[in-house]
């Protein structure tokens, strides 16, 4: 992920960029109120064990419904 401010010392914005920004992004339209959606690098990371899933529409994304701790 990359970070770069644009602007002086009076206006400053930010852009974020990179494949993590994209990732969220992606997962952010399958979402709804109190949803927690795990993209598929992310899923890549977990211990899949813990939790209990549903594929989204895509096949690749993960709703989580239940994680055992």
């Not at 920004?21 to 064990?49: K, L, R």
Request: aromatic share 14%.
């Amino acid at each position: 992920m990359s970070v770069t401010f644009l602007g002086n010392k009076e206006f400053r914005h930010y852009v974020e960029l990179g494949p993590a920004v994209t990732a969220v992004n992606a997962a952010e339209h399958f979402c709804q109120s109190g949803m927690v959606v795990i993209s598929p690098d992310t899923w890549e990371y977990c211990e899949q064990g813990l939790f209990e899933l549903e594929p989204m529409e895509d096949e690749k994304h993960m709703r989580v419904f239940k994680v055992w701790y």
